[in-house]
């Protein structure tokens, strides 16, 4: 089955910027998402199709995908965004169609 | 705005049964494919089933295959998800989530707040 590969945790001071990134096998040539989610609160879509972001998100997300690893790139990060961070694709092949990665817990120091 | 409020779960005994259901709200129900999505709490996102649209097929994950049917009523703007035979490992918050647009493999656009599935003795 396919598998999506996030560090477990990333931190940062307010102001700089965070990268997390989502390996998988030739990820690539796949539609990656990403989804913010806060304690106690559902996922929040922040990018979707790579490096698109919905209405009433902040340009501070963006998102990048080629070869192995896409990365979802936070700038000028602030308190609020401290959340768990989920990639995801679909992938016909596996057991699972719709495949997520761990998370990743962004502190914002 | 769309809106989903899941319900139905709960404490059960392994190898119970529960029924979920997933009231939505604010878009036309009958146009979209439905999802759910399982969260143990602390852990990640796994993805338990899928509906199209109309009812008409269904997908499910081989952890619940057999064991669970996904099923709506879109006179009733309302997913359900039938869980049987339950087991310890089924525990988990359990969302509904829509895919945005007219991709059946789009991003998740809209997700309920979660209901609490506990299977314990």
């Known amino acids: 089955s396919y598998v999506l590969t996030q560090p477990p945790s990333v931190s940062v001071a307010p102001g700089q910027t965070a990268r997390i990134s989502c390996g998988g096998n030739?990820?690539?040539?796949?539609?990656v998402h990403w989804y913010q989610q806060r304690p106690g609160q559902a996922p929040v879509v922040v990018v979707h199709d790579d490096s698109d972001r919905p209405s009433g998100i902040p340009e501070r997300f963006s998102g990048s995908n080629s070869g192995n690893t896409a990365t979802l790139t936070i700038s000028r990060v602030e308190a609020g965004d401290e959340a768990d961070y989920f990639c995801?694709?679909?992938?016909?092949?596996?057991?699972?169609?719709?495949?997520f990665g761990g998370g990743t817990k962004l502190t914002v120091l | 705005e769309a809106q989903l409020v899941e319900s139905g779960g709960g404490l059960v005994q392994p190898g119970g049964s529960l029924r979920l259901s997933c009231a939505a709200s604010?878009?036309?129900?009958?146009?979209?494919?439905m999802h759910w999505v399982r969260q143990v709490p602390g852990k990640g996102l796994v993805w338990v089933s899928r509906?199209?649209?109309?009812?008409?097929?269904?997908t499910y994950a081989d952890s619940v295959k057999g064991r669970f049917t996904i099923s709506r009523d879109n006179a009733k703007n309302t997913l359900y998800l039938q869980m049987n035979s339950l087991r310890a490992e089924d525990t988990a918050v359990y969302y509904c989530?829509?895919?945005?647009?007219?991709?059946?493999?789009?991003?998740?656009?809209?997700w309920g707040r979660g209901t609490l599935v506990t299977v314990s003795s």
């Open positions: 509906i199209h649209s109309d009812g008409s097929s269904t």
């Open positions: 989530a829509r895919v945005g647009g007219m991709v059946p493999t789009s991003y998740f656009d809209y």
């Open positions: 030739n990820i690539g040539d796949k539609s």
């Open positions: 995801q694709v679909w992938d016909s092949s596996s057991d699972h169609l719709v495949v």
């Open positions: 604010g878009f036309t129900f009958r146009s979209y494919w």
